[in-house]
């Protein structure tokens, strides 16, 4: 095996220094590449500065075969990296008449005229070639030299990555720099532990010696990505041994790939040919977006019902009263009548229902803050769960979405066959 | 003034540099550190591999005087920073048995003994010392060393921020490491782009050389970071000439500091002593979701409802069957009728509405995808808005709610007096 690409990424920008904007370029780039099995070996985040962006690029270009760069090249005035680079390359920056056309023909339809400040965004270098920006009137660059590739590209996000997967990709892929085909595979799980995951997967890591597992834990889920850097484990070879990650995972395994919780209930419905209405209070919205975030998702999510107050519980879900007075909001009784209430009132055949407090505020001796209940209506049977969380309100609403929608998946499978008979007795 | 504080932050983690995770702790920290007038001048993401650590970790303590670094504390087998660092400083690390003792404690009331792969995390750097871990088992590290700092956090976000605040602030404030008073003024606008907001503000830029100003462009917000690197303009001088932008960016402008667009809306609503109802389609319980982050949303917020079916609009909005007919769901038509329906049917003061297409289905010639209406439903009058965006689902999403709450601000403030003399007249 020919020795490993090694790519670097820089993003320019005081802003991700200073806690304006998250480096969102680096886990979408390294996302990108790691698909076709090259990985970022480092990345840089550096001010707009000179001196800094020349130190910065020429210790990348040093030592890395692939440099991509993120930001720096828009119209105001803090954006000096394109002149930087050129210098610390020593190559020239030429005028390219043609980039000029493309923002004019791009400003004059939004009905605006060429400004001197989009001048040098009309430059590319000596030898280079410019990428088409669809998006923004920046276009990205590409040199290659001295067995080298720099690839710049502009920093907002919605120009970046149609640049990144129209033009960029495909460049590389054609110069033979990354791969055609997929290099992972990932196994998703929820319910378990960091350690208590890596427990589990033991005998397979004793097994297979030159299998590479990385875990990444992300609320109450854990990722677990099996590859091979030395290339001595095939990908049929990952995927079976994927299989058997599955198999020792038991219930917590979730899926192959990056489907979240939402889209996995998602199928598990369609499959099913059923309809999911949602009801919430603390999550205020929150479960609703997050499985309407999923493409489709009118298929089978019919809608859901923020209710913030009493008043809105009783109106718009039908919760009785005397639950209300009885237990509160913020009980699994009201929960339960919060699912019932919402497939019933919008014609579905699951309710899902959040309710807790997520704070600052609220809470009393029985019920503290972070204290949710989850409740479910099915075809098959009604039930309750509850939990409670430490951490912030964004927090607390972030892991109950996930509690409710692992909640929905674990049900839906156990009951498996008796939903599907219970679906096709009805159809 | 004395020479500022070279601060570089280093985030070990391969998973960052695959697209597994955000690297949401840099944000976080450089967002603490400038806020007290200290930016990071520079970010290494790394592997988790000890020639790439120690690579990286004696190029930051050659360089800079406070180096923070997180991740790679954890029990898993992939986390060996703690031991390349010590070796990278030629420092032994120490066993310290009362990190023993806090683990076994925070283990036991989970049900859990000491597992062997605790054991390195009881470890610290030899003259150094511990932070307490409130929410997980790996202790924080810092060393003082040749008038240089160290400070190593644990990876996992909830574990890193309470440390944070808790201990490594206070601790760099009193060894004067950073100030104790805020440093910069951030002004947030809305409406207009990056370079418009430049154009605007080039007479505040011609007039204060010494002023440094960072924009940040996120979605229909850009702001703009007001502050003075070379410490001639005092805090004082710096709130007179945000006052001044303020004034030369007229309705454009937002706020001062970090507050939501939807926190705007809740304080105007909030000043009125207004409700508010939300109903919405395309948009998915996003709107609400964004609405109800702001702590204390249950004040002004008393629902939503999310209605992904005609079905659910009438039912539950009483949206009438002859506009859906007519005009169809994703109408101007329509959206007024929901922003009504939903004040009507959770009697609310105000009603705000979204309706579109998100894609990537839907949408037809006269309302392609990307198509979305809004309406407004107030004490004063009635009002629909329609826009069209470009971009894939979860950036309609995300654009349609900062449109609807900016939008709202903005009516909000036009009608100030009609709608707060309407309010007195009715409480």
């Known amino acids: 095996m020919s020795k490993p690409l090694s790519v670097e990424v820089i993003n320019f920008g005081d802003e991700l220094l200073v806690g304006i904007r ?39 270009w040093e030592r890395s075969d692939l440099v991509i760069t993120t930001g720096g090249l828009g119209p105001t005035s803090d954006d000096m990296t394109r002149e930087t680079v050129a210098e610390a390359l020593g190559v020239d920056l030429v005028f390219e008449s043609e980039v000029e056309l493309t923002i004019k023909d791009r400003l004059s339809v939004l009905g605006r005229s060429l400004a001197p400040h989009h001048a040098k965004q009309c430059f590319r270098f000596q030898g280079g070639e410019c990428f088409h920006n669809e998006r923004g009137t920046a276009p990205g660059l590409i040199l ?30 054609r110069e033979g720099l990354i791969g055609e085909d997929e290099a992972y595979v990932q196994v998703r799980t929820c319910g378990l532990g960091e350690s208590s995951v890596e427990q589990l997967l033991k005998p397979l890591m004793a097994e297979h010696d030159a299998l590479d597992v990385a875990f990444c834990v992300h609320y109450s889920m854990v990722d677990v990505r099996l590859s ?60 609703s977006s997050e499985f309407t975030d999923v493409p489709g998702a009118s298929e089978v999510f019919v809608g859901g019902i923020v ?52 704070g600052p505020d609220g809470g009393n001796s029985s019920h503290p803050v972070g204290t949710i209940h989850f409740g479910y209506h099915s075809p098959v049977g009604v039930w309750c769960k509850s939990v409670r969380y430490t951490g912030g309100r964004l927090d ?32």
Chains 1, 2 share one sequence.
């Open 22 to 60: 998250q480096n969102t370029h680096l886990t979408y780039i390294g996302e990108q590449l790691s698909q076709y099995g090259v990985p970022i070996c480092r990345c840089q985040v550096i001010r707009d500065e000179a001196v800094e962006i020349r130190r910065a690029f020429r210790e990348a």
């Open 144 to 173: 290659a030299a001295a067995g080298k590739t720099l690839v710049m590209l502009p920093g907002p996000t919605h120009e970046l990555k149609p640049m990144f997967e129209n033009y960029v990709l495909p460049r590389l892929q």
């Open 228 to 287: 091979c850097r030395d290339g001595s484990i095939c990908m049929q070879q990952l995927k079976v041994i994927a299989q058997e990650a599955r198999h020792l995972l038991g219930d917590d395994f979730v899926c192959f790939g990056h489907c979240s919780l939402a889209r996995v209930v998602y199928h598990e419905l369609r499959a099913l040919d059923r309809k999911l209405a949602i009801a919430e209070s603390c999550t205020g919205g929150a479960l």
């Open 307 to 358: 209710c913030y107050t009493n008043d809105v519980k009783v109106t718009q879900l039908g919760v009785p009263e005397s639950i209300l007075e009885q237990h509160g909001a913020v009980s699994p009784e009201c929960a339960i009548a919060m699912a019932s209430g919402a497939a019933e009132r919008m014609c579905s055949d699951y309710g899902l229902s959040v309710t807790g407090f997520a």
């Open 396 to 427: 607390v609403k972030a892991r109950a979405v996930q509690t409710a929608l692992d909640w929905m998946r674990r049900k839906l499978r156990k009951y498996k066959m008796e939903e599907f008979l219970s679906s096709e007795a009805e159809h």
